[in-house]
Every structure is written in C-alpha cells, then in structure tokens.
C-alpha cells in the first residue's frame, strides 16, 4: 500500500509517528488526556483506581511504541529466535514495572504527584495477573524479563486465562477459595489481536490413503474446532529500548460450527458448543506439583500448543526457506511436560500437511525442542490415558505409538533382549488402561533436556531419566541453575536497598552485572555502612508490620527477629514440620521462669502460601498454623517473645512486601524434593539468611555466600532412602520434643484435636514420608544458633551484607544467557531508532 502512495502522504505518516516524548509536561498531558477521553471521567471526579487506569493507559502507549519498534525490526532482520512454551506466566503487577524498566519512573512518579496523587497508591491499585501457581510460572516471568533486557529476540507463549490462581481467604482458620476474576476492569497490559484467529480442531478420526508413490498418508478430519485468539503482552527490557512479546490464546466459539448448528435448527446445540469452547481457557488449573488428569487440561495444552504452532511455522514460512533450516530459525522450550505436544504436533504438520518423510521431520523436531524438568516427585508426573486422549486427539495418538515403536528399536539396537528395559524406558506405560508417559515422550523429542539446580539435574540424572543417559549419553542432560530478575526483585521491592547499592558502588551497572554486588563485601567492616543497611532492613520490617496489622489484625515488633516461609503450601516443603517447631518453641517459653524469658530472643513468624484446593493435608497445615496462632497471640505469658501469623492471599505482590522484611526465611524441604526453590534467592538476595536444608539451589548458596552466612540443618539427599527404609522397618522411636509437640496438640491445646489426627497420622513412625522426626531435632539445633547469632547485631548486619554480595550467579540474567549459548544457540540483537544492529 505505502509504495502507492505519494511522497507527500508518507512523509506526513513518518512526521506523525514519531514517538511522543517523555518530558514531564507530555507525560502529564497524556495521563488527563486519556482521564478525559478513554476514561471519559472529569478530571477532578477522580479516585486512585482511575488514577491508575489513567496511568497505566499512558504507560501502555509508550510500550507499545517500544513493542512495534522492536517487533518490526526483527522482523526485517529474522534472526533465530527462542518461544518460551509456558502454561503459567505470574506475572504480578505491571505499572511499577514498566515504568522502572523503561526508566520513566520518575518521571511519571513526579507527574502524578503534582496531580494530586500518592504514586504508591496508585501502584497499588493494580491488580495482579496471577496467571500461574508458583515457582514453576514466576520463573517463566523473570526468564521474559532477562530475555527482553538482554536483547534476546524470544516470545512467550500461553494462555490467557480469565480466571488465574484462586484468591484465598481465611474463615475460621481454614483456607477457602474465591475466584479470581482479574479481567473486570479490563486489562491495560495485553493487546487484543482479533484478526489473529486460529482453528483448533479436537476429535473426530483419521482418513487413510495410499497417494500416487503409493506412500500411506494419513488425514486428520476433527469432529470439532473452537478459535484460538491472540493477545499480546508487552515485556520491556530494563535500559534497552527492547520490547518482547508474550502472545497468549483465548479460546473461542468457530464461527462456521455454531452457524451449522444454527442452520440445523439446533440452537441450543449451538449455545452449547459455543459455551465448551470457551471453557477451555476459562481456568487456570490450581495445583502445583501434583497431576490433575482433568480432559479440560489436555484440551488446554492442545489448544495453546497447536495455536503457538501454527503461528511459529506461519512466522517461518514468510522467510521462503527450507523445511530443513527450521531449527536454525526456532528454537522451543518446554516449560516442563506441559507443552510436549507441541513435539507430536510439528511431527504431525510435517509428515501429514509438509509432506516431509518421517525421519527428515523428526531430526527437524528434535534439533527443535529442549526441555526443563522442574520435579523428581511421582505425584507430579503428566501421564495421560490412552483412550481419553485418543477420543481427542487420534492422530495424534497414532504418532506417538509410532515414535515410541522407532524408539524402544533403536533401544533395543543398541540394548539387545533387554525386556525390562524397554518397559521401563517405553513412552506408553502398559497399565489398565494405558498411560502417555509425557516426561519420556519430552525427553525422546528433545536434543537437550535440563534441571533446574545442581543436586536437581544430577538426581534426575540418576533416578527418572537413568536409562535415558545410558542409552542418549551425558552430555543431552545438563544443569541450569534457576535465576531470578534483580530488577523486580530488589530494584522494584526494595527500592531504598537498591539505592544505598548503587549510591556505594558508584553506579547501577550491578542492576544488567550482578555479580558487581561483589563490591559491598569490602563495606562489611564499614560501621557506618551496617548502619544504614540495618536501617532499611528496619524499614522493610515495619512496612511488613503494617501489612501483618492490616491482613491479620495482629500487631507485631519490627525488633523481634522475622522468622518468614512463603511458598506453595506441600507436604515436601514442611510447613508442618515449621508449625510443629512453633509449638515446640511456645511450650518451652510457657516452661520458663521470668528470668529465663529474659534471654529468649523475641520472634515473629510468618507463614503464607496456598494449598491446591483438593489437597486435604496441606489444608490441614493451615487451619494448624491459625490454631497455633490464635492460642500464642493472645498468650500474655508470652507476650512479643512469640508472635505466629499466617498472611492470607499470598501472591507475587504480597512476596514484593515480604521479601525485603526477613531476618531469616525458610527452605526446609526434605533433601531431594525441592528441585531448586527461587525465594531463597529472592531473600538473600535482599539481606535475609536463610535457615534450610541441602537441597535444591540451598546447596550453591551456600557455595556462594560460605557456610558462615547461612543455617543448615537435616539428612542429606543420598541419606533419604536408607532413612525411609529404617524407619519401615526397624521401629525407629519419634524423636522426643516432636513426640511432646504431638502430645500437646493431642490434649487439645491448640482447637479441637480431633480435626489433626489425619495430618498427625503421616508422622506416625513407619510413614514419616518427608522425614520430620528425622529432621527435628537438627532443625531445633539450627534455630538455636539462628537465636545466638541474631543476638550480635554487628555480626548480624556482616552475615546480611555478605548474603547480597555474593548473590551475583542467581541472576536470571545468567541463567538465560546460558541457555541461549549452550541450547538455543541465539544471539542478542539490539533495538536502535532506525533500522537494527547486530550485536
Ligand atoms: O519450579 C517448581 C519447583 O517446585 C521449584 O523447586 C522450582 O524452583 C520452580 C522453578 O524451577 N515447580 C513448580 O512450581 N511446579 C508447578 O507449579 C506445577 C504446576 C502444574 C503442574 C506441575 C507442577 O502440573
């Protein structure tokens, strides 16, 4: 069209979109212009939500501006990319974000000052996208941030869901659940692209024929179809012009299938098939770490899979190239098992719609697509029925009996009459009925496949995938260390910390190079230093305070010791095992004389973190620790010596309050469950120790910040099984503080103890699965020291600024980087005003 046109019209165009500037004035300008017309409110008639609204529209507009620069630049340079295949994206808040990552803050914080508002209230208006369950999806939103900071041309991609994680609200000390319907005032951070509309089919059968060479080919005709629709959500790099992209799918009704419906007289056939298509992305599903095996989930991961699909070959195709350089242009990235049909589905678009033999389309798919594993639990593995996911899926179906028949020969090849090999290592488990083993289905469609730390990538190694590294070799089976954004994770949460860093260093290089924190250690000895960095420690602990007040109308001491576990709430974790210490802490002050309680080191502790919904246990876990709590608050002979609470609703923008407050956090997992954890770097990353065990990324903390500067405590990994074994069968007696913790929750110290007998009954000598008692008394031993040591301010504040200091390898800057040079095999390519560099 432009080349139609007269130099005159493309001159104006070019002189009208320009960018708009971000001088203060402009900024302000923008912010009443869209209170007047998009808002259409009068400008004085204003609340801190439309305020917010206001702000956010303005924000949008100059990210946008950025995603189009970006976008259409890469488009013209094609260079290889990498798609982030994602079910979750927890995203959290997004203003406060943007902003700080754009470097407009403030700017915009000025702005809306002199018009008469609290910029944090205004920040604090947002609601969170809580697309995600934990950590799972919070790493897939720092690894976008460090791909878009980094300049690496990536997408993500997922699905929109109208519902996210569900809101959790305390009654009478248990957990229950309330819909998260985040979209009611509309979402200023996506950008709906209707025209972009894919036909999903589900069902139906497979045609086959014989074509002219006489080559079987098989066809797919779908009983039915629904829309997948594209909204795109900016992610801003921070100090890069940037701006990537995270396309996620709505579901919606065909146009053609309802009408035929229609057509045939059947309305309300109709309305129903229009009301099972939206369905399938209405819902995020709660649980984490445990296999639901719902239908609505495998549609879910079809649908998102396939439509991801279909716009990454349609993106590739526009190039001319051949079928054969696809794995130079894309890379893919299985965000866990979720997303392993996107392998059956490019082998299928390949041989059936390309045309491509076999064994050229599968050395496509597997120079294609990596792996992340993120568990070693059983209860987590995805399997999949055969006969539901044939009724869905046949062809499909047919494709992985053929993959895994190619397979299990080569196996057998290499691995001659080995029948227990083959079972083990087969894609299909031959249960009744069959299972779809989607971690073997990840593995054998993947060239690389990754844990999430260490310990993790090694124990996989030696337990779920052992047979798979002898039959593959090591080297497809590598480690990449979870990282976490310093920009959200200090920069953001903790914005006075991360101005006394850069004020110390000389500069805010630490924020792209955080190793560069390196430069604190030589203030340690500094008291003036410690000073100002237990002051803002303080600080933190008071705007904790005040959210405690507000959340669980308890009033705690910013001068106790904040003693804090925020996570998932699982059996894995101990959360228990925490509680039952509480207890055990409670009855030991109730045991004291005055004089006693004059040495004992006053604690706040908190807990936060949801629990799957259909998982009694964990719910148990909560109503015991708002029993505890009810009982020890309003204890006058313990008064601010202990003070229990359970924050209710935990989320991304709870964590940003709760981060930068810990004197100390808890990572007390069972040695190998916990494949990395990333709050224990959030937390040190942010001055709080952490007391937890050897596992996960616990282990290179350590390595990074010494032994000095952190409580370990518990069994190691390779002690777990012979634990568990002894405990079986060799009538190992519970350890005797725990026995008097149970004993007192027993006699109905804390609610009616009826209501715990099954939670006190997975302790029950024989089943300690998770290996409390065999932990406890070594974790009572690792509290003490935490009490001695806190004791030392001086020497306290030292331990904190050695923890950031040396956090620099938990950057999710370095763990993208390291998958983009040793899986991806990408580049970064710079955003600049016209045309592109290669960097
Ligand atoms: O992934 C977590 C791990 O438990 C944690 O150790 C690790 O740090 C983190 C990032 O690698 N795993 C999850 O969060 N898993 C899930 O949320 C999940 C969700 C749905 C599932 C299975 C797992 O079907």
């Known amino acids: 069209e ?30 009443v212009h869209h209170v007047t017309t998009t808002l259409a409110r009068a400008a004085y008639n204003m609340d801190n939500f439309s305020a917010y609204q206001a702000v956010a529209l303005s924000t949008r507009d100059r990210l946008i501006s950025r995603w189009n620069e970006t976008q259409g630049q890469l488009s013209k340079a094609d260079p290889k990319r990498v798609y982030y295949l994602s079910l979750e994206f927890l995203l959290g808040r997004s203003m406060d974000n943007a902003l ?17 508002f609290n910029m944090e ?16 999806g919070r790493l897939a939103a720092c690894y976008m941030d460090s791909l878009a900071t980094l300049d690496y041309p990536a997408w993500g991609y997922g699905l929109r869901y109208n519902y996210g994680i569900f809101q959790q ?17 509309d979402n200023p951070w996506e950008l709906p692209r209707l025209d972009i509309s894919i036909p999903i089919g589900f069902g139906g059968h497979v045609q086959t024929t014989q074509d002219e060479y006489g080559v079987t080919r098989h066809n797919w005709i779908p009983a039915n179809s629904v829309q997948a629709i594209a909204y795109d959500v900016p992610i801003p790099g921070y100090g890069t012009e940037n701006c990537n992209n995270i396309r996620l799918w709505r579901s919606k009704p065909t146009r053609v299938f309802d009408l035929t419906s229609f057509n045939e007289g059947n309305y309300e056939k109709s309305v129903e098939d229009a009301t099972q298509a939206e369905k399938i992305t209405s819902v995020l599903y709660p649980n984490d770490n445990t296999m639901a095996g719902k239908e609505l989930r495998l549609k879910q991961q079809y649908f998102w899979t396939a439509a991801s699909l279909y716009d990454i070959m349609r993106r590739f195709k526009k190039s001319m190239r051949e079928w054969s350089d696809f794995p130079d242009q894309v890379a893919i990235q299985l965000n866990d098992t979720h997303p392993t049909l996107a392998i059956v589905e490019l082998q299928r678009l390949l041989v059936d719609e390309e045309m491509l033999s076999w064994d050229d389309a599968w050395d496509i798919v597997t120079r294609t697509f990596a792996f992340t594993n993120h568990t070693v639990l059983p209860e987590a593995m995805e399997k999949w029925s055969v006969p539901m996911f044939e009724y869905l899926l046949p062809r499909h179906l047919q494709i992985i009996f053929d993959i895994n028949l190619f397979f299990l020969q080569k196996v057998e090849k290499k691995f001659p009459n080995d029948r227990g090999l083959l079972n083990r290592m087969s894609i299909i488990e031959e249960a009744q009925p069959q299972q779809i083993r989607m971690a073997h289905l990840a593995v054998v469609g993947s060239h690389k496949v990754n844990g999430v730390a260490a310990l993790h990538s090694d124990l996989i190694k030696k337990t779920i995938f052992h047979d798979f590294v002898d039959y593959y070799g090591e080297e497809k089976f590598v480690n990449k260390t979870n990282g976490i954004t310093p920009r959200r994770w200090l920069h953001q949460a903790n914005p006075q910390l991360s101005a006394l860093i850069t004020e110390t260093l000389g500069n805010d290089r630490w924020l792209k190079e955080l190793s560069q924190l390196r430069g604190l250690d030589k203030k340690v000895e500094n008291a003036e230093f410690r000073k100002k960095w237990t002051a803002i420690k303080r600080l933190n602990k008071v705007r904790l305070a005040e959210l405690i007040k507000t959340r669980c109308d308890v009033e705690v001491s910013p001068d106790a010791l904040f003693d804090i576990q925020v996570k998932r709430i699982h059996e894995y974790k101990r959360q228990f095992m925490n509680i039952l210490y509480v207890i055990h802490r409670y009855r030991t ?3 004291m004389t005055a004089a006693q309680k004059a040495s004992v080191q006053p604690r706040v502790v908190v807990f936060g973190g949801k629990a799957a ?67 224990n770097m959030k937390f040190v990353l942010n001055g709080g120790l952490i007391i937890g065990t050897m596992d996960g990324a616990n282990i290179e903390i350590l390595e990074e910040i010494g032994e000095d500067n952190i409580f370990i405590f518990g069994c190691l990994a390779d002690e777990v099984e012979d634990l568990r074994h002894a405990q079986r069968y060799r009538n190992v007696p519970m350890d005797p503080a725990l026995q008097g913790v149970i004993s007192a929750i027993e006699r109905g110290t804390f609610d009616d103890p009826k209501i715990y007998q099954p939670l006190i009954s997975t302790l029950t000598v024989g089943k300690d699965f998770y290996l409390i008692s065999a932990d406890f008394a070594s974790y009572i031993a690792a509290n003490q020291q935490v009490d001695a040591a806190y004791k030392d301010q001086e020497e306290w504040a030292k331990k904190s600024i050695r923890c950031t200091a040396n956090m620099g390898k938990f950057s999710s800057d370095r763990a993208v980087k390291e998958y983009a040079d040793q899986i991806w095999n990408i580049k970064p390519i710079s955003v600049v005003d016209e045309g592109y560099l290669q960097a």
Do not use: C
């Open 2 to 31: 432009k080349a139609k046109w007269p130099k005159e019209t493309v001159q104006l165009w070019e002189q009208l979109s320009k960018k708009e500037a971000n001088d203060l004035h402009t900024i302000q300008k923008s912010i």
């Open 100 to 116: 700080l990552n754009m470097g407009l803050k403030g700017v915009y914080s000025q702005g809306v000052e002199q018009l008469g």
């Open 121 to 136: 209230d205004v920040i604090e208006s947002e609601v969170d996208a809580a697309l995600g369950n934990g950590g799972l």
């Open 169 to 185: 609200r305390i009654v009478d000390g248990y957990q229950t659940e309330y819909p998260d319907y985040w979209l009611n005032f």
């Open 589 to 591: 002050i109730k045991s």
């Open 613 to 679: 919904p259909g998982y009694y246990i964990a719910k148990l876990v909560i109503k015991l620790i708002n029993s505890v709590a009810a009982v020890v608050n309003q204890d006058p002979a313990v008064g601010d010596l202990l003070k229990v609470v359970f924050v209710p609703d935990y989320n991304v923008s709870v964590a940003e309050i709760i981060v930068p407050a810990s004197d100390i956090s808890q990572h007390i997992s069972t040695a190998g469950t916990e494949a990395s954890g990333t709050s």
